[in-house]
Protein backbone atom coordinates (compact mmCIF):
# COMPACT_ATOMS: atom_id res chain seq x y z
CA UNK A 1 0.00 0.00 0.00
CA UNK A 2 2.54 2.55 0.53
CA UNK A 3 4.80 1.49 -2.03
CA UNK A 4 4.70 2.77 -5.72
CA UNK A 5 5.27 0.24 -8.67
CA UNK A 6 7.88 0.97 -11.10
CA UNK A 7 5.50 1.68 -14.11
CA UNK A 8 3.44 4.07 -11.66
CA UNK A 9 6.91 6.06 -11.26
CA UNK A 10 7.23 6.48 -15.21
CA UNK A 11 3.65 7.57 -15.76
CA UNK A 12 4.26 10.34 -13.30
CA UNK A 13 7.71 11.41 -13.77
CA UNK A 14 7.56 14.90 -15.62
CA UNK A 15 8.15 14.92 -19.66
CA UNK A 16 11.68 15.64 -20.56
CA UNK A 17 12.90 19.32 -21.44
CA UNK A 18 12.60 19.83 -25.61
CA UNK A 19 15.93 19.51 -27.03
CA UNK A 20 17.41 22.14 -29.20
CA UNK A 21 18.28 21.38 -32.38
CA UNK A 22 22.04 20.20 -32.94
CA UNK A 23 23.46 22.20 -35.81
CA UNK A 24 26.78 20.14 -36.99
CA UNK A 25 29.62 21.64 -38.25
CA UNK A 26 29.91 22.05 -41.93
CA UNK A 27 33.16 21.57 -43.97
CA UNK A 28 33.82 23.73 -47.26
CA UNK A 29 32.38 22.20 -49.50
CA UNK A 30 34.82 20.63 -52.32
CA UNK A 31 34.16 23.37 -54.74
CA UNK A 32 35.13 25.71 -52.54
CA UNK A 33 38.12 23.84 -50.83
CA UNK A 34 41.66 25.35 -52.08
CA UNK A 35 43.82 21.97 -53.37
CA UNK A 36 47.60 21.72 -52.75
CA UNK A 37 47.61 22.62 -56.43
CA UNK A 38 45.78 25.91 -55.90
CA UNK A 39 47.70 26.41 -52.73
CA UNK A 40 51.47 26.59 -54.30
CA UNK A 41 49.95 29.59 -56.90
CA UNK A 42 49.86 31.71 -53.38
CA UNK A 43 54.13 31.89 -53.49
CA UNK A 44 53.51 33.35 -57.13
CA UNK A 45 54.65 37.25 -57.78
CA UNK A 46 51.28 37.77 -59.05
CA UNK A 47 49.39 37.19 -55.30
CA UNK A 48 48.88 40.55 -53.38
CA UNK A 49 48.48 40.50 -49.08
CA UNK A 50 46.11 42.38 -47.59
CA UNK A 51 45.67 42.82 -43.86
CA UNK A 52 43.06 43.02 -41.61
CA UNK A 53 42.67 43.63 -37.97
CA UNK A 54 42.60 39.38 -37.37
CA UNK A 55 44.04 38.12 -40.35
CA UNK A 56 46.01 38.59 -43.33
CA UNK A 57 44.42 37.35 -46.65
CA UNK A 58 46.39 36.20 -49.66
CA UNK A 59 44.96 36.81 -52.95
CA UNK A 60 46.14 35.14 -56.20
CA UNK A 61 44.30 34.77 -59.81
CA UNK A 62 43.06 31.00 -60.66
CA UNK A 63 44.09 29.61 -63.95
CA UNK A 64 41.47 26.74 -64.11
CA UNK A 65 37.70 28.16 -64.28
CA UNK A 66 35.41 27.61 -61.60
CA UNK A 67 34.47 28.68 -58.44
CA UNK A 68 36.94 30.90 -56.04
CA UNK A 69 38.43 28.55 -53.69
CA UNK A 70 39.46 29.65 -50.16
CA UNK A 71 41.87 27.91 -47.21
CA UNK A 72 42.19 28.60 -43.38
CA UNK A 73 45.32 28.38 -41.75
CA UNK A 74 46.34 29.09 -38.19
CA UNK A 75 49.86 28.46 -37.09
CA UNK A 76 50.89 27.05 -33.74
CA UNK A 77 52.84 30.23 -32.95
CA UNK A 78 48.53 31.60 -33.15
CA UNK A 79 47.19 28.81 -31.27
CA UNK A 80 49.11 26.19 -29.26
CA UNK A 81 46.33 23.53 -29.18
CA UNK A 82 44.91 21.63 -31.74
CA UNK A 83 41.38 22.48 -30.14
CA UNK A 84 41.88 26.06 -30.24
CA UNK A 85 43.37 26.17 -34.09
CA UNK A 86 40.21 23.72 -35.48
CA UNK A 87 38.17 25.96 -33.26
CA UNK A 88 39.38 29.41 -34.55
CA UNK A 89 39.55 27.74 -38.58
CA UNK A 90 35.48 26.54 -38.01
CA UNK A 91 34.89 30.20 -37.10
CA UNK A 92 36.66 31.98 -39.71
CA UNK A 93 34.92 29.44 -42.43
CA UNK A 94 31.20 30.15 -40.96
CA UNK A 95 32.04 33.82 -41.71
CA UNK A 96 33.45 32.79 -45.18
CA UNK A 97 31.00 30.55 -46.63
CA UNK A 98 28.26 32.25 -46.80
CA UNK A 99 30.68 35.22 -48.66
CA UNK A 100 31.79 32.59 -51.27
CA UNK A 101 28.67 32.64 -54.06
CA UNK A 102 28.82 36.47 -53.90
CA UNK A 103 32.65 36.06 -55.53
CA UNK A 104 32.79 36.24 -59.05
CA UNK A 105 36.07 36.24 -59.89
CA UNK A 106 38.03 32.94 -60.20
CA UNK A 107 41.11 33.62 -57.14
CA UNK A 108 42.28 31.86 -54.21
CA UNK A 109 42.05 33.14 -51.05
CA UNK A 110 43.78 31.94 -47.81
CA UNK A 111 42.95 33.66 -44.98
CA UNK A 112 46.06 33.35 -41.95
CA UNK A 113 44.45 34.08 -38.82
CA UNK A 114 46.71 35.74 -36.75
CA UNK A 115 46.69 36.05 -32.49
CA UNK A 116 43.75 38.52 -32.00
CA UNK A 117 41.21 36.32 -33.76
CA UNK A 118 41.76 34.30 -30.55
CA UNK A 119 39.66 36.33 -28.94
CA UNK A 120 38.08 37.92 -31.27
CA UNK A 121 33.88 37.80 -31.65
CA UNK A 122 32.14 36.05 -34.21
CA UNK A 123 30.46 39.59 -35.22
CA UNK A 124 34.01 41.15 -35.00
CA UNK A 125 35.74 38.04 -37.59
CA UNK A 126 32.83 38.93 -39.46
CA UNK A 127 32.79 42.64 -39.78
CA UNK A 128 36.54 42.04 -40.35
CA UNK A 129 36.37 39.76 -43.19
CA UNK A 130 33.48 41.70 -44.91
CA UNK A 131 35.13 45.03 -45.00
CA UNK A 132 38.60 43.17 -46.64
CA UNK A 133 36.80 41.81 -49.24
CA UNK A 134 34.55 44.73 -49.87
CA UNK A 135 37.96 46.97 -50.31
CA UNK A 136 39.41 44.12 -52.50
CA UNK A 137 36.20 44.40 -54.76
CA UNK A 138 35.41 40.85 -54.21
CA UNK A 139 32.23 41.22 -52.74
CA UNK A 140 29.26 44.13 -53.51
Do not use: W
Not at 114 to 124: G, L, Q, R, V
Request: hydrophobic residues 35%.
Amino acid sequence: PGTISHKDRIQCAPPPPPQRTRQTHRLMPPQFRLTRADFNLLSSPNTRRVRGKHFTLAITPLTSGGSPKVACVVSKKTAKNAVDRNHIKRRARAVIYPLMKQIKDQVALAFYLNTASNKATFEELSHDVLNVLRKERLVP
